[in-house]
Structures are given as structure tokens and as C-alpha cells.
């Protein structure tokens, strides 16, 4: 394999486990470690590392060394800002643009959302939550909305979002607000969309106290 593909496999590797908080901030990222556990050369990780840099998703230590980014308040702040734009915008884009099909997968995801909540897999309802926002900017048919979405530090945001939203009465409303957002979505009301999506995203900013 070509060292660019290793050092690909490592990227996305590390970059998942960021986003998922599976590696939580402040991290530090050794490169034998990652060498050795994926079976590539430091200079792969190194690569990649680099490339985490350039994302800012990961930092330079003062003493050297690779780090799991921090976010500050005022990340958090701006990174809300920039979700509710894209995701804004995107649902603008899907009411002109959404098939039967994509409908069809947004409200699987919803009841895969209810059964997993309902049963106390919060970790699956989660990843469903995180998968019903993903879907609905795909529905926008624009890549470089979807490029946009994919690059920025939005799903490790939204991971954090979750983190502090973790209560059964939390599970509850989240479902309802996504069945508000489908169904006007399906409805091709837009207003009402934008008006659902709106309060909740208040909703899960309040609970980070983001106001």
C-alpha cells in the first residue's frame, strides 16, 4: 500500500475517534502507539497528525507532541453558530429537493432513534440523533454543503451537545423535535421546518448553557 493510503487510514482512523469522543481532549497521540495498533510506519501517523494539525482537531504540546484539541466556550459559541447556518440552509435545500427515498431513511432513523431510547441503548440513540442531523444535510444535494458539514469540528460538537443532554426526559423531546422537523419536512412547510429546527437547537444550547 502507498505510504499516501497508509497515512489516509491513519487520518481517518484518529479523526473518527476525535469526533466521537473517543479520544476526549487533551489527549496525547504518540506515534509508536499508532504505528504499532494500525501497522503503518511513524511516518504515516506523522502524515496524518500533520494533516490533524492543519484542521486544527489536534495541537503541539509546548514540550512537543501531538494533542487532542481543547475547545474553548467561544469554539463551542461559533461552532453552534455555524451548524444552525448549515443546517439551516441545507433544510432549504432538501424541501426543493428531498425523494420518497430519502424521506423513507429519515423517518427509519427517527424510529430507530424511539426504539433505542425507549429501550436504554442511549449510546445507539445517540449515533441515531447524530445520524438523523448528517442525513438531513445530505438531503440538501449540494456537496459543498456536505464537504463543509464533513470538514468542520460539527459532529464533534454535536457529541458534546449529547454528552450533556443525557436524561430520559431529554430523549423524549429530542425524539419529538426530530418527528416535528420530519414531518414539516415531508409536508414541504418550510417555515415550519426552520421554526422546529430553530427551537431545537435553542433547546440543546441551553442545556450547554451556549446562551
Known sequence: MKSDSLSLKV???????????????????????????IGVSRMAVREALTRLLGERLVTLGTKGGYFVTSMTHEDLLQLR????????????????????????????????????ARRGYYSGANEADLRFHETLVECSGNSKVIQTYNLSHIPLFHQLLIKNNGNEDDFDLTDQEHRAIFKALKDKKLALA??????????GASLMALD
Open 11 to 37: 487520518y481517518t482512523e484518529i479523526r473518527k475517534k476525535i469526533l466521537s469522543l473517543q479520544l476526549p481532549p487533551n489527549t496525547r497521540l504518540k506515534e509508536t502507539f499508532w504505528a504499532k495498533k
Open 81 to 116: 453558530e455555524l451548524r444552525e447556518i448549515l443546517e439551516l440552509g441545507a433544510l432549504r435545500l432538501a424541501i426543493m429537493k428531498v425523494t420518497r427515498k430519502d424521506l423513507e431513511k429519515i423517518e427509519k432513523i427517527c424510529d430507530d432513534f424511539t426504539t433505542m
Open 194 to 203: 426552520e421554526k422546529n429546527m430553530r427551537q431545537h437547537f435553542a433547546r
